[in-house]
């Protein structure tokens, strides 16, 4: 009797085709969930990037004009900030060192927003698109002295971080307005207090449990104010030894 091959041949043909089967339905199965997860995880870990950690102090936004010490740069205009003067090398009458920084706010014809501002950020003209901050989380305190040209000058607001974006600063903190005397003062942003309201959205609830409000810090400080507060054409004043301390 001829021996049959056929019933082998299906067998065979159907043993292949199941454990073909098998394979790429697990391999569909196992693949699926780890490039999910793997999505996640880039989007969370990007969102929740600390920033550099320092852990000496004073660490400076601003000690001398082209000083080693300077570590955030004064990029952030905001405002009609484009038909504003800033000399940061200026020499008149400075609180510590060679130099210190003047700001002169002008009324003009073009301005329309009626208020200008301006940002020390890290790094350079960073809105919160570069994945690279500070870690201050060591910092007690921002402090800096100011003096206005005539005294009364008034600078609504004085503040470190809340920059938003991807890359957002993890906090924000401020006083103000403030009235600058003639002769240069000494004001604190306490840091212990810095609130972190300005972390929204999911990624950021997912990283609460290690962002800490000056854990991501890009904008290291920032002034802001109005012709219309002071009630003139012009505002000049000065700012000098801007630092974080202990």
């Not at 000494?186 to 959205?201: E, P």
């Not at 409000?213 to 801007?242: H, M, V």
Request: charged fraction near 20%; hydrophobic fraction near 35%.
């Amino acid at each position: 009797m001829p021996y049959n091959k056929t019933p082998i041949f299906i067998l065979c043909l159907l043993s292949l085709c199941v454990s073909l089967f098998l394979i790429f339905d697990i391999g569909k199965a196992s693949n699926q969930p780890t490039e999910t997860l793997s999505k996640e995880e880039t989007v969370t870990r990007a969102t929740c990037l600390l920033g550099e950690k320092i852990k000496d102090f004073p660490f400076y936004v601003y000690k001398d004009a082209n000083a080693g010490e300077n570590k955030f740069f004064p990029t952030g205009n905001m405002g009609d900030l484009s038909g504003t003067e800033i000399n940061a090398f200026c020499k008149e009458s400075p609180y510590a060192g060679p130099t210190c920084v003047k700001i002169t706010y002008r009324e003009k014809p073009e301005q329309i927003y009626g208020w200008a501002g301006l940002y020390w950020q890290y790094p350079p003209n960073n809105w919160g698109t570069i994945p690279k901050a500070y870690d201050l989380s060591g910092a007690a305190k921002l402090t800096f002295w100011a003096r206005g040209k005539y005294g009364g000058e008034i600078i609504n607001k004085f503040q470190i971080g809340g920059i938003a974006g991807r890359y957002r600063d993890s906090g924000v903190a401020s006083i103000g307005p403030i009235i600058l005397p003639k002769r240069w003062h000494k004001y604190t942003i306490n840091l212990k207090k810095i609130d972190n309201s300005i972390i929204t959205g999911y990624e950021d609830k997912e990283c609460w449990p290690f962002m800490e409000p000056l854990s991501r810090i890009i904008g290291g400080f920032c002034w802001a104010t109005s012709l219309k507060a002071d009630n003139r054409q012009n505002i000049t004043f000065y700012l000098d030894e801007i630092k974080f301390e202990k």
